[in-house]
């Protein structure tokens, strides 16, 4: 039903910008979120971001006032712009559709991840 495509990862410097897209049919709707997910090798995946259909948006503590998702008027994507980038937010980020938006901790909605996208932020 879905299948996402991520990109816009790269090699950034402490205190830079990336945008992340992430695009597919069938993206926000009434019976899920769209998530943007982070992996650290060693570590479990965690929620970074969401996005509904009416655009109410919730964030990790780790990236709130230096991150934003946002989606085109298609919904066809989902963007996330990550500003004031730190060390610490390299990670390979994936986008899905998310249950739980508002938890604190959205999980995949259909448990398949995509390939991707890697964002390496060096001091």
């Known amino acids: 039903q879905v299948q996402l495509v991520e990109s816009g990862g790269g090699s950034v410097e402490t205190g830079g910008s990336l945008t992340l897209s992430c695009t597919g049919p069938?993206?926000?709707?009434?019976?899920?979120?769209m998530g943007w997910f982070r992996q650290v090798p060693g570590k479990e995946r965690e929620g970074v971001a969401v996005?509904?259909?009416?655009?109410?948006?919730s964030y990790a503590d780790s990236v709130r006032g230096r991150f934003t998702i946002s989606q085109d008027n298609a919904k066809t994507t989902v963007y996330l712009q990550m500003n004031s980038l730190k060390p610490e937010d390299t990670a390979m980020y994936y986008c899905?559709?998310?249950?739980?938006?508002?938890?604190?901790?959205?999980?995949?909605?259909?448990?398949?991840w995509g390939q991707g996208t890697l964002v390496t932020v060096s001091s």
């Open positions: 996005i509904d259909s009416a655009d109410r948006t």
């Open positions: 069938g993206l926000t709707s009434s019976h899920y979120c």
């Open positions: 899905a559709p998310a249950y739980d938006c508002y938890t604190g901790s959205p999980h995949n909605a259909f448990g398949v």
